[in-house]
């Protein structure tokens, strides 16, 4: 509902306003940044209130990178106490990519008693209307955001981040798309009138006349089911959206990446509690080893929402089993780049060297296939065969990566030991273009560090089409792990490239080509299959990043995602609409 102002919201009985948070100090601390956000879903331009450059954030005082760290270390060995109602235990087994344990235990939840007192706190919740939900969720971003650096060390120790990626990615940009989420949810809920008076004419037997009244309200609780690899900004658009709508949130995180989720769950609450409503609108549920928490939470009739990145293989599961719950899922797909010509042969390299190398190609939206004709390609140095071209990139690869500081701060650490054992079968496959290597961490010797692997394989019809064994470059490879695949023709590239996203889903499509024809030809696939297409990218932008309130992380109409980071109907779908007539 759009309104001039905010009204007081209903105290929950277990809540009670311990600082200046009231609906004006909200709406005068807040309403500006609503409003900028609102502008910029509208007009896709630049613009971010989150600073990306760590100095922004200051070298002295609470929000400057010693005092993050010192936070960091401060938790380690502790309980997180949440003071969750339903708390039975205590579980936590995180172990840092980079080697050393956390040792933090988290609260066990009895999800019969938490859940009925997540239900509790949502009527007043849903009563405070639109505009002071969003104003709240924009007040728990900024708790966020003035602790970047402390999360910063939490995602790096979780999923295996290099600082300044864990930084910028579990930072700044995962609360601009915690924002940006909340700007959708504001948007698609302010549509409908609060009010409306409707008078249908009847001639001589006067008009007929009735107040109608619209009100949101939630579908119920939201469960996230977090990621390993990145927890906050995976995390953040579903766990906000669902809140901006008037849902409750259960956050459950992924068991080796808890502490980020955790410490968002502990600011959300103490913002909810000062601004006078009930903290249990957002908890936790830290699973035992082996539990299996998410499939147990998943079907629990209580669950309308579930929000949910990872394998493919439970994505489908929950799709199927979930049937109570609107589910979005992102999930895996064969992200493809096709090789055909290029004016800007050192920065088309340059920039795919640095697409495979990002974070050890552990981003869904890093390219693993590489498209190029067998006959070789046009450049602006001359023509280039099939193997030059996979030799030159390899030795671009190798150029970025030669310094092992340089590269572990690229690369940062493998985040399971399946990549890596991906990463060492994947040589097995083909020819090898470019072998990985094992870096070491200049600070963190246990910390599993490796290049990335380039494999050339045949791309021939006959190995794709119709064959009895699918070829490994129609599968998803997670990590380091990229395919050189010999095509026949920039139109064989085409279908291929069709055919992966239709079958497998894609989260990026990249193309590199001078021929207008093939330009057109593959921004058409990307029409038809529905997925997100960068044209020739040489320079700072690259494939496998996107930025909030801008570009759209997936599309929601091919396999690899259900929905799309973030848009109208991301957020439109976890409330409803509720009207009450009544004679005028």
Same mark, same amino acid.
């Given at each position: 509902?759009?309104?001039?102002?905010?009204?007081?919201?209903?105290?929950?009985?277990?809540?009670?306003?311990?600082?200046?948070?009231?609906?004006?100090?909200?709406?005068?601390?807040?309403?500006?940044?609503?409003?900028?956000?609102?502008?910029?879903?509208?007009?896709?331009?630049?613009?971010?209130?989150?600073?990306?450059?760590?100095?922004?954030?200051?070298?002295?005082?609470?929000?400057?990178?010693?005092?993050?760290?010192?936070?960091?270390?401060?938790?380690?060995?502790?309980?997180?106490?949440?003071?969750?109602?339903?708390?039975?235990?205590?579980?936590?087994?995180?172990?840092?990519?980079?080697?050393?344990?956390?040792?933090?235990?988290?609260?066990?939840?009895?999800?019969?008693?938490?859940?009925?007192?997540?239900?509790?706190?949502?009527?007043?919740?849903?009563?405070?209307?639109?505009?002071?939900?969003?104003?709240?969720?924009?007040?728990?971003?900024?708790?966020?955001?003035?602790?970047?650096?402390?999360?910063?060390?939490?995602?790096?120790?979780?999923? %295996?981040?290099?600082?300044?990626?864990?930084?910028?990615?579990?930072?700044?940009?995962?609360?601009?798309?915690?924002?940006?989420?909340?700007?959708?949810?504001?948007?698609?809920?302010?549509?409908?009138?609060?009010?409306?008076?409707?008078?249908?004419?009847?001639?001589?037997?006067?008009?007929?006349?009735?107040?109608?009244?619209?009100?949101?309200?939630?579908?119920?609780?939201?469960? +996230?089911?977090?990621?390993?690899?990145?927890?906050?900004?995976?995390?953040?658009?579903?766990?906000?959206?669902?809140?901006?709508?008037?849902?409750?949130?259960?956050?459950?995180?992924?068991?080796?990446?808890?502490?980020?989720?955790?410490?968002? +769950?502990?600011?959300?609450?103490?913002?909810?509690?000062?601004?006078?409503?009930?903290?249990?609108?957002?908890?936790?549920?830290?699973?035992?080893?082996?539990?299996?928490?998410?499939?147990?939470?998943?079907?629990?009739?209580?669950?309308?929402?579930?929000?949910?990145?990872?394998?493919?293989?439970?994505?489908?599961?929950?799709?199927?089993?979930?049937?109570?719950?609107?589910?979005?899922?992102?999930?895996?797909?064969?992200?493809?780049?096709?090789?055909?010509?290029?004016?800007?042969?050192?920065?088309?390299?340059?920039?795919?060297?640095?697409?495979?190398?990002?974070?050890?190609?552990?981003?869904?939206?890093?390219?693993?296939?590489?498209?190029?004709?067998?006959?070789?390609?046009?450049?602006?140095?001359?023509?280039?065969?099939?193997?030059?071209?996979?030799?030159?990139?390899?030795?671009?690869?190798?150029?970025?990566?030669?310094?092992?500081?340089?590269?572990?701060?690229?690369?940062?650490?493998?985040?399971?030991?399946?990549?890596?054992?991906?990463?060492?079968?994947?040589?097995?496959? %083909?020819?090898?273009?470019?072998?990985?290597?094992?870096?070491?961490?200049?600070?963190?010797?246990?910390?599993?560090?490796?290049?990335?692997?380039? &494999?050339?394989?045949?791309?021939?019809?006959?190995?794709?089409?119709?064959?009895?064994?699918?070829?490994?470059?129609?599968?998803?490879?997670?990590?380091?792990?990229?395919?050189? &695949?010999?095509?026949?023709?920039?139109?064989?590239?085409?279908?291929?490239?069709?055919?992966?996203?239709?079958?497998?889903?894609?989260?990026?499509?990249?193309?590199?080509?001078?021929?207008?024809?093939?330009?057109?030809? +593959?921004?058409?696939?990307?029409?038809?299959?529905?997925?997100?297409?960068?044209?020739?990218?040489?320079?700072?932008?690259?494939?496998?990043?996107?930025?909030?309130?801008?570009?759209?992380?997936?599309?929601?109409?091919?396999?690899?995602?259900?929905?799309?980071?973030?848009?109208?109907?991301?957020?439109?779908?976890?409330?409803?609409?509720?009207?009450?007539?009544?004679?005028?």
């Amino acid at each position: 509902m759009a309104t001039e102002s905010v009204t007081e919201p209903a105290t929950a009985p277990t809540a009670e306003r311990t600082t200046g948070l009231t609906p004006h100090a909200l709406l005068a601390g807040h309403r500006p940044t609503l409003d900028r956000a609102l502008e910029a879903i509208r007009t896709r331009a630049y613009w971010s209130p989150h600073p990306e450059h760590p100095k922004a954030y200051g070298e002295q005082g609470s929000l400057a990178p010693a005092a993050g760290k010192a936070a960091f270390d401060a938790l380690l060995g502790t309980r997180l106490d949440l003071g969750q109602p339903g708390t039975d235990g205590w579980v936590g087994a995180e172990t840092s990519p980079y080697g050393p344990e956390l040792g933090v235990g988290y609260p066990h939840a009895d999800l019969d008693v938490l859940l009925p007192a997540m239900r509790a706190g949502q009527a007043a919740w849903r009563d405070a209307g639109a505009e002071l939900r969003a104003l709240v969720c924009l007040e728990i971003l900024k708790r966020i955001n003035d602790r970047s650096h402390e999360f910063a060390h939490a995602v790096m120790h979780t999923s %295996g981040q290099a600082y300044p990626m864990a930084f910028q990615a579990g930072g700044p940009h995962a609360q601009d798309r915690g924002l940006e989420a909340v700007a959708y949810a504001y948007a698609e809920q302010t549509r409908v009138p609060e009010r409306a008076e409707w008078t249908k004419p009847q001639g001589k037997r006067g008009p007929l006349t009735l107040t109608k009244s619209f009100t949101p309200v939630p579908r119920g609780i939201g469960l +996230v089911i977090g990621c390993n690899t990145f927890p906050t900004w995976n995390g953040y658009p579903g766990l906000f959206a669902s809140l901006a709508t008037g849902n409750a949130v259960l956050v459950k995180p992924h068991p080796r990446a808890v502490l980020p989720l955790a410490l968002t +769950v502990a600011a959300a609450r103490a913002v909810l509690t000062e601004a006078g409503f009930d903290p249990n609108l957002v908890a936790l549920a830290a699973e035992a080893p082996g539990e299996g928490l998410a499939k147990t939470l998943a079907t629990r009739p209580e669950i309308r929402i579930i929000d949910y990145t990872g394998s493919t293989a439970f994505g489908d599961w929950l799709e199927t089993h979930a049937r109570q719950a609107q589910v979005f899922t992102e999930k895996a797909g064969v992200n493809t780049v096709l090789v055909e010509s290029t004016d800007d042969y050192r920065g088309m390299l340059a920039n795919l060297a640095f697409s495979l190398s990002l974070y050890s190609g552990q981003m869904c939206t890093t390219p693993q296939n590489l498209l190029i004709p067998r006959t070789g390609i046009r450049t602006d140095q001359g023509p280039k065969s099939y193997d030059e071209v996979t030799a030159d990139l390899a030795r671009a690869v190798d150029a970025l990566l030669g310094d092992d500081a340089r590269a572990s701060a690229l690369l940062g650490a493998l985040v399971n030991p399946d990549v890596k054992a991906r990463l060492e079968a994947a040589g097995r496959l %083909g020819e090898v273009a470019l072998a990985s290597r094992a870096v070491p961490h200049p600070d963190f010797p246990d910390a599993v560090v490796r290049t990335p692997v380039i &494999v050339k394989l045949d791309g021939a019809r006959k190995y794709w089409d119709g064959a009895a064994d699918e070829p490994a470059y129609l599968s998803e490879c997670f990590g380091p792990v990229s395919f050189a &695949v010999a095509v026949d023709s920039a139109a064989d590239a085409t279908d291929l490239l069709r055919r992966a996203v239709r079958e497998k889903g894609a989260m990026t499509v990249g193309a590199h080509t001078t021929d207008a024809a093939v330009e057109r030809a +593959v921004e058409e696939v990307c029409l038809q299959e529905a997925a997100q297409l960068s044209v020739n990218l040489t320079g700072g932008v690259y494939v496998n990043q996107t930025a909030a309130f801008s570009d759209f992380h997936g599309s929601g109409g091919n396999p690899a995602a259900n929905a799309a980071l973030t848009d109208g109907a991301f957020v439109a779908s976890r409330f409803r609409v509720i009207e009450v007539r009544r004679p005028a």
